[in-house]
């Protein structure tokens, strides 16, 4: 079981940047493809952000980040990363990281491990 924290999140305007980080404990993280999801609010569906294959020549992003966010990770640092540049109010949610053995899938079924994540605040 790979353990996940997420972190960087915060309050930023629109046409910002931020850069969330999620730290994984465990052996296995570089086996595992990454991927990061985002939930409005609480109840609400968790959304399909981008995910990275486990050796990070692959990645994956929903349209309505494609070109503003980019995600990456470092094996040597049992981290993934998604930068998220032009950022939009509509940006505003908790993010989670999850860990995957389907990379390719968006479901939210095919993603086992997940991070507490963390809040990103877009202001207008």
């Known amino acids: 079981q790979v353990q996940l924290v997420e972190s960087g999140g915060g309050l930023v305007q629109t046409g910002g940047s931020l850069r969330l980080s999620c730290a994984a404990s465990?052996?296995?993280?570089?086996?595992?493809?990454m991927g990061w999801f985002r939930q409005v609010a609480a109840g609400k569906e968790r959304e399909f952000v981008a995910?990275?294959?486990?050796?990070?020549?692959?990645?994956d992003y929903a349209d309505s980040v494609k070109g503003r966010f980019t995600i990456s990770r470092d094996n040597a640092k049992n981290t993934v990363y998604l930068q998220m540049n032009s950022l939009k109010p509509e940006d505003t949610a908790v993010y989670y990281c999850?860990?995957?053995?389907?990379?390719?899938?968006?479901?939210?079924?095919?993603?086992?491990?997940w991070g507490q994540g963390t809040q990103v605040t877009v202001s207008s």
């Open positions: 995910a990275i294959s486990w050796t990070g020549g692959s990645t």
């Open positions: 999850a860990t995957t053995r389907y990379y390719g899938s968006r479901g939210f079924a095919d993603f086992g491990s």
């Open positions: 465990g052996r296995t993280f570089s086996t595992y493809g």
